[in-house]
């Protein structure tokens, strides 16, 4: 069953500017990932945050999670082209699989 | 880092006929493997997990005849999609967890199979 809600599920930018997208989830875990998707592709990583995190960065990505809210958000920063994709959230649970957020069409104008 | 390939990437077939992806763990052994579903603009949703030399477990809805997993090695799984039909159209994408050495709760995720039934 999909646990994690994303906002925006559509969201257009310009070059340049920061996009973020937050997902909402519904039990508990222990990381919550983000993954990007380039349309028609498979999915790549780009960061996981474990439960007792609050926040991580990588690059031009800034995540944050929220256990009391069950929320995380992804922020990137200074936008390109070339980050036009979907965005997903997928939480971890013990041992159970991925679940998977719906995502976030985030589309980048030059 | 683990690599997970799907064979094929893409298949056309015809309406009745079955159709088998294969999912393969290039350098590690993977335990558990996870066949997910994707729809145009939808998200990923779980099909099936299998355990290696175990029957898999099906998600609520997926029917356990039409999608056939098969893991009979830790480093190979299979879907058949049985008499495919139009509406078996889809995105489909395994994932692999296993003794990578680095983290064992971490998925490695395939490619993917694009699949149209026409």
């Known amino acids: 069953s999909q646990q994690g809600e994303e906002d925006p599920q559509a969201l257009s930018i310009q070059e340049g500017e920061n996009a973020t997208m937050n997902c909402s989830y519904k039990t508990s875990i222990n990381n919550l990932q983000w993954y990007r998707q380039n349309s028609g592709r498979g999915l790549v990583h780009l960061i996981l945050i474990r439960s007792n995190e609050r926040e991580k960065h990588s690059g031009r990505l800034r995540v944050t999670l929220d256990t009391s809210k069950k929320s995380s958000s992804l922020l990137i920063t200074a936008s390109r082209a070339a980050d036009t994709a979907s965005y997903f959230c997928a939480t971890a649970a013990g041992n159970t699989p991925l679940v998977f957020g719906k995502g976030t069409r985030l589309s980048v104008i030059a | 880092g683990a690599v997970v390939s799907q064979h094929p990437s893409w298949v056309i077939c015809k309406s009745g006929t079955s159709v088998k992806i294969e999912c393969r763990s290039l350098d590690f052994q993977a335990t558990t493997m996870f066949w997910y579903r994707q729809f145009p603009k939808q998200s990923l949703m779980l099909m099936a997990t299998?355990?290696?030399?175990?029957?898999?477990?099906?998600e609520q809805g997926v029917e356990k005849d039409k999608f056939l997993i098969n893991h009979a090695s830790l480093t190979l799984s299979t879907l058949t999609v049985t008499s495919a039909h139009p509406e078996d159209s889809s995105f489909y994408i395994c994932?692999?967890?296993?003794?990578?050495?680095?983290?064992?709760?971490?998925?490695?995720f395939g490619p993917g199979t694009r699949l149209l039934v026409l």
């Open positions: 994932s692999a967890r296993g003794d990578t050495g680095n983290n064992q709760e971490t998925q490695y």
């Open positions: 299998s355990n290696e030399g175990s029957k898999a477990t099906y």
